[in-house]
């Protein structure tokens, strides 16, 4: 059964909806953990519901595990690296800045998405798409900016900036491991690269906690009980994710996740208790803008 022009929508949506939730959890975990130890409860407490969703798809579709290439091995391993570089990153500028802001300075992503996937994956950029990131590219640097009187810091600004291309940079990878699977359905192979990359993420911090802060990984064993939602939320987006990149182009996908700011508005505005000013919400409607000309033209199949 073939996906519809429109699977990859919903499931862009769903993930942005999910780490949204996803990164407020990790807020408060790094106040107690660290920013890796929070990088890590992503990872070890993510990894056993994708393993989990993983054998429900592919006992559900029936036909048994996909076999990857050494190719997509090779994209997942960049893709899983990156992404661990990139969470770190975040949760780092996240202590520095508002919520909102913190996560729309990750958002000038799709440039770098863009920008990869046109050197790595040879995807071509059409104008409508063009002009969607670069309303969206403003929005974010519209948002991006310190309100009047706030004290202005380059390094929050610097550690997003990095953040968003780390995670153009994963996308990419995990575009190119899901396109190197030979023979498999889009879900399929979508929830084994998943497993297979958290698995690497999970070892590879471990490791590195163990060695260099085995208090930190003590704590993150003894934080179960708030971890495991917050691993169960970075499976479920992580899953929405690879099954996106699956069915289209990660600059599209990505451009279409900036929906995920007006989830961190609300979050901001209901948990955080904090607002937007003029510029931020003229940012937003840039932002919005983005996404409608993305929306506009996505309801036709489109070649990988």
Known sequence: MSPEPWYWIVFTILAAAAQTGRNALQRDLTVRLGTVGATQVRFLYGLPFAA?????????????????????????????VAQIIATVL????MQGKSFVVAISLTKIEPVWVALFGLVLLSESLDLT??????????????LSWPAPGTPWSIRPILMGVGSGAMFGLSSIGFRGALLSVPDAHYASAASLMLVLAMSVQTLMLSVWLRMAHPGTLTAVLKAWRPSLFAGALAASASLCWFIAFSLE?????????????LFAH?????IFQQGLNRLERVGLVLLVMGVLIVLSGAWHPRGS
Do not use: F
């Open 129 to 142: 798409l063009g002009i969607a990131i670069l309303l969206a590219t403003t929005g974010v640097l519209t």
């Open 266 to 270: 609300l979050i901001s505005r209901r």
């Open 249 to 261: 182009s990660a600059a599209r996908v990505r451009t279409l996740a900036l929906v995920e700011l």
């Open 90 to 93: 975040l949760l780092a500028a």
């Open 52 to 80: 989990l969703a993983c054998t429900v798809i592919v006992q559900g579709l029936g036909q048994g595990l996909p076999t990857p290439s050494a190719q997509s091995l090779l994209w997942g391993l960049g893709g899983a």
